[in-house]
């Protein structure tokens, strides 16, 4: 079983950058599909970005040209840089890994614990 633990996460002004991480144990996270999804107070959790195994990236038009989303899967590791950050963006961030990719939480079997992002404006 796939056992993920996100960190980075902190207060942030508006305009400034941040990398979160995610590490991944158990299972190797080479042959899953990864995703990072986000949750602000009051709302459901959305869809952020993710890679798939061959490396091919997507994106919510929200974050589309200010986050990254990377993977190291000799590490076992994930990554998503944000920069360029707004208030709007404050939320936990979560990262999961699927079989399947998706921008959906039912495409994601594991997930982390989430880690808190505060953009202060």
């Known amino acids: 079983q796939v056992q993920l633990v996100e960190s980075g996460g902190r207060l942030v002004q508006a305009g400034g950058s941040l990398k979160l991480s995610c590490a991944g144990s158990g299972p190797t996270i080479t042959n899953y599909a990864i995703a990072w999804f986000r949750q602000a107070p009051g709302k459901e959790r959305e869809f952020v970005a993710y890679?798939?195994?061959?490396?091919?990236?997507y994106y919510a038009d929200s974050v589309k040209g200010r986050f990254t989303i990377s993977r190291d899967n000799a590490k076992n590791m994930m990554y998503l840089q944000m920069n360029n950050l707004k208030p709007e963006d404050t939320a936990v961030y979560y990262c999961?890994?699927?079989?399947?990719?998706?921008?959906?939480?039912?495409?994601?079997?594991?997930w982390g614990q989430g880690t808190q992002v505060t953009v202060s404006s």
């Open positions: 890679i798939k195994r061959t490396g091919t990236t």
């Open positions: 999961a890994a699927g079989t399947r990719y998706g921008m959906v939480t039912s495409d994601y079997t594991y």
